[in-house]
């Protein structure tokens, strides 16, 4: 059930009330730029992120450079966004301290 994909109604009420992220043009991703202090920051970001992800079974596409977090989230297998991206998003939020 969660990997069932939204429709773009449930996508906009989802993304009313998720602070910081971008919705992409076709609707098919959210992404959101992290920018931490230094290096340790953005990777214990990332660490804590990769455990919430594995225990969702539900992995982001990300980048790391220095202190910068790049990332994108879709459930591939539904073929666009699903509850799980959501929750994700929420919890990198939460870890990211915003």
Same mark, same amino acid.
């Given at each position: 059930?969660? !990997? &069932? /994909?939204? @429709?773009?109604?449930?996508?906009?009420?989802?993304?009313? &009330? *998720?602070?910081? %992220?971008? *919705?992409? &043009?076709?609707?098919?991703?959210? #992404? !959101?730029?992290?920018?931490?202090?230094?290096?340790?920051?953005? $990777?214990? $970001?990332?660490?804590? #992120?990769?455990?919430?992800?594995? /225990?969702?079974?539900?992995?982001?596409? %990300? #980048?790391?450079?220095? /202190?910068?977090? &790049?990332? /994108? *989230?879709?459930?591939?297998?539904?073929?666009?966004?699903?509850?799980? @991206?959501?929750?994700?998003?929420?919890?990198?939020?939460? $870890?990211?301290?915003?």
């Amino acid at each position: 059930m969660a !990997r &069932e /994909k939204m @429709d773009r109604q449930a996508v906009a009420a989802a993304m009313a &009330e *998720l602070d910081g %992220w971008a *919705l992409a &043009e076709d609707a098919a991703s959210i #992404s !959101r730029t992290f920018t931490f202090r230094n290096f340790s920051e953005a $990777f214990a $970001f990332m660490t804590r #992120s990769a455990l919430a992800a594995e /225990k969702l079974d539900h992995h982001p596409d %990300w #980048s790391n450079v220095y /202190k910068t977090v &790049e990332v /994108k *989230l879709n459930t591939h297998d539904a073929g666009g966004l699903t509850a799980l @991206d959501f929750d994700l998003a929420r919890k990198m939020n939460r $870890f990211a301290g915003t």
